[in-house]
């Protein structure tokens, strides 16, 4: 009997292809769920507002990566759902077209977000706000989609720039567009994508939880090994139209910008400064700034061995 044939189906949801999967695609290719007996199924959702209603519903995703905002979103709206893992830090570019020099430049243009007020809109419009330009007076945000649609958009002149990551951003940058600047510019320290599930959902699939953790940290441990690194650019490159080059680029500027969360574990101080800035654009009770609220790091010490 194979692998496949005994692995247990979990269905996960992501928003879009971008490097910030990797360590799911190394997980599929080099057969590190399957090892860990999961047969895991990925849907591509397109838009963090629908990622989210449809993780929210249940019955169509077991867990879902999405912004860590998101889920804090949730939970004070009465969602049972939790944080189990924490993936990455933002490591997104603010791409403009050729002729924007500056953030002055922007005033009175359309920017591409996923959602206007969700996920790292948060981030842009924090950035944009250092740099001297007010939502609503001076730019305008608009809903277009994850990492792909928005590089669409910026290509067919719909918006004038957008947060990318990568290996969106170097695409663009070689095709002539403009990078103005950084979501690190404005905070480094934040909490950006997570994996979550619905609590009811965990209690009854506890086993499946905590091997879809332990498979996911070998895959990310296996790419953060600097031997795998032109395999790891191949991997990428099977999911995503890339040149060689920039897909090295990509895994070059992750591995040194510590992208991924090591061993993918919940940043909580970067929670905490993802809290302070839903706060700071009156999305979040300033009062809440407990991040342990919306996580359970029970599944994940079981997964390691550490509790």
Not at 57 to 81: C, F, K, M, P, W
Not at 112 to 138: I, K, M, W
Not at 184 to 200: M, P
Not at 273 to 293: F, H, I, N, R, Y
Request: charged share 25%; with cysteine.
């Amino acid at each position: 009997m194979d692998l496949g044939s005994r692995a247990q189906k979990l269905r996960l949801a992501i928003i879009s292809e971008s490097a910030g999967n990797w360590p799911v695609y190394v997980g599929l290719e080099k057969g590190f769920f399957l090892a860990g007996g999961l047969d895991v199924e990925v849907a591509i959702t397109r838009s963090s507002v629908k990622h989210l209603e449809a993780l929210t519903a249940g019955g169509i995703h077991d867990i879902g990566h999405q912004a860590a905002d998101h889920i804090v979103r949730a939970v004070e709206t009465g969602s049972d759902l939790f944080i189990f893992l924490g993936l990455s830090t933002p490591n997104y570019s603010l791409i403009v077209a050729p002729k924007v020099k500056s953030y002055a430049d922007l005033k009175g243009k359309k920017l591409g977000v996923d959602g206007v007020s969700t996920g790292f809109a948060l981030l842009l419009r924090g950035l944009l706000r250092q740099n001297g330009l007010e939502e609503g007076r001076e730019y305008d945000l608009v809903p277009v989609g994850g990492t792909g649609e928005r590089f669409n958009a910026i290509v067919n002149g719909q918006v004038e720039g957008a947060l990318l990551d990568g290996p969106a951003d170097l695409i663009a940058e070689a095709r002539g567009f403009r990078r103005l600047g950084s979501n690190l510019d404005y905070l480094r320290q934040y909490q950006g994508t997570v994996a979550a599930t619905k609590r009811a959902w965990a209690a009854q699939n506890e086993e499946r939880l905590v091997k879809y953790i332990r498979s996911y940290v070998a895959a990310l441990d296996w790419l953060h090994d600097a031997d795998n690194r032109a395999e790891a650019v191949s991997i990428l490159q099977k999911y995503l139209p890339v040149e060689t080059e920039i897909a090295g680029k990509t895994y070059d500027r992750y591995m040194e910008l510590n992208t991924f969360n090591p061993r993918a574990a919940v940043n909580l101080a970067g929670m905490r400064e993802a809290m302070k800035v839903m706060a700071a654009t009156g999305q979040l009770d300033p009062s809440l700034q407990k991040p342990e609220k919306y996580c359970d790091l029970t599944y994940y010490s079981r997964a390691l061995g550490e509790g």
